[in-house]
């Protein structure tokens, strides 16, 4: 065996430094609950790392009123709809009209800066680029997290509490035994091939198009760099697509007899990205808690992964405080079932989003065509409008 480790006592220990984990290290720390998160990446690779874009109402009141930052509100877009464009035409979906609610465009890396920020600001314990995590004890009253630091010493946090919130690759889940979880998953036969450019906005609003040649996402980032995706097969080769070639598949997606033209740019990142439904149950094993795309992921097309990361830790952070308020374990005991059952309606909506908006390359005459009925009776009816919206921009808190 190696050197002795290092042992370090906490209330709650944390693995993954994601939105997940900090926002919780920061809402624990603010009720005066002792915490450390270690991570396994460095703070510049996960703040230059892009990823997901759209926050709800609900996640921008959570990093304003909890005093993580009120950046978003000055720097991040507001957006009071989407266009769902089909059959060449858009349709406009007006949140604030069907549900006067609203999202904010304000890319996931800002989150991470803010929330890091934060921690940073009031001392927090985060432990940047660790390797060889582990978590053992489990089932038991002191769960421990062991890992490497950056600078090679070995260490052991004994806690009373453990959260995985290391994401979908992340080591908590697989640590629970198999027969005490249940792994729910499907697999879609496509992907998304990513692009980000330096290119002036396309549209105001993000654009959901479903065409015959298949879907397509015209977002944005800022008024300099774009994000836009189109739907391919999960084993693409995005380095093969050139610059051209890449525009023209978009914009072939959009076309229309309204002549809408995409703006275009120099592409300076292309990824595919493949995406699957995956839930565990429960989301708790002994005192190891799962939040966030540690315990479910969803595909991208609802922009639902980051804000079910904060809808969790919510809900988790209530279950913890009351614990060390009252030392009853109630709440704790209901987190999973409590979380489980906004992650299974955002899974259903995601899940929605994706097949009705995506074409399947051996889609029938039949199906395609009723596809199109499908999103034509969307945008035909204000109480169907009213589903996406109240959906898309995120159910009050249960
Ligand atoms: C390319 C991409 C695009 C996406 N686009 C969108 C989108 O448009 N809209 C949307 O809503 N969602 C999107 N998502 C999903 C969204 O990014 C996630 O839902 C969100 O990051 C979840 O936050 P989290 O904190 O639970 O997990 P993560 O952000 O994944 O954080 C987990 C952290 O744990 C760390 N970690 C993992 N293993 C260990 C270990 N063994 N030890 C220590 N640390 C560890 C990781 O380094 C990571 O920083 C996208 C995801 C990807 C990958």
Not at 158 to 177: A, N, Y
Not at 330 to 358: C, I, P
Request: aromatic letters at 10%; a negative charge; glycine letters at 10%.
């Amino acid at each position: 065996m190696g050197a002795e480790r290092t042992i370090l006592k906490t209330q709650v220990g944390i693995v993954g430094g994601g939105p997940a984990g900090l926002m919780l290290s920061h809402l624990l720390a603010k009720s005066g609950i002792e915490n450390i998160v270690v991570e396994k990446r460095d703070h510049e690779t996960i703040r230059t790392t892009h990823r997901a874009g759209i926050l709800e109402h609900g996640s921008v009141r959570m990093l304003t009123e909890t005093g993580v930052s009120d950046r978003v509100l000055s720097e991040g877009y507001r957006h009071e709809g989407i266009d769902l464009r089909f059959g060449g035409e858009s349709h406009r979906i007006d949140f604030e009209d069907l549900v006067g609610e609203s999202v904010w465009l304000y890319p996931q890396n800002e989150v991470f800066t803010d929330l890091a920020a934060a921690r940073e600001r009031d001392h927090g314990d985060v432990r940047y680029g660790v390797s060889d995590t582990a978590v053992v004890d489990l089932a038991t009253d002191t769960p421990k997290i062991l890992f490497t630091d950056s600078d090679g010493r070995d260490f052991e946090i004994h806690c009373e509490i453990l959260v995985g919130s290391d994401g979908s690759g992340g080591i908590c889940k697989r640590s629970i035994p198999k027969e005490a979880r249940t792994d729910n998953f499907i697999e879609y036969p496509f992907a998304w091939f990513g692009i980000l450019t330096r290119a002036a906005p396309s549209a105001p609003e993000l654009i959901y198009a479903n065409s015959d040649r298949g879907f397509a996402l015209i977002s944005q980032r800022n008024d300099e760099v774009q994000r836009m995706y189109f739907q391919c097969d999960p084993n693409e080769d995005a380095q093969s697509w050139s610059e051209e070639r890449i525009w023209d598949e978009l914009q072939a997606r959009v076309d229309g007899p309204d002549g809408f033209q995409l703006t275009r740019g120099p592409v300076f990142e292309k990824t595919v990205l493949k995406f699957r439904s995956y839930v565990c149950e429960p989301l708790r094993y002994g005192n190891l808690f799962l939040a966030g795309d540690a315990g479910h992921t969803v595909p991208p097309t609802g922009a639902k992964g980051l804000n079910l990361a904060l809808a969790d830790v919510r809900v988790l952070f209530e279950a913890i405080d009351s614990f060390y308020a009252t030392r009853s374990a109630e709440l704790l005991d209901g987190y999973s079932d409590k979380a489980l059952k906004r992650v299974w309606r955002a899974q259903n909506f995601s899940y929605w989003m994706t097949s009705m908006l995506h074409t399947r390359a051996d889609a029938t005459l039949f199906e395609r065509k009723r596809a199109l009925g499908e999103l034509s009776g969307v945008v035909a009816s204000r109480h169907g409008s009213a589903y996406l919206a109240e959906a898309y921009t995120g159910w009050p808190n249960t």
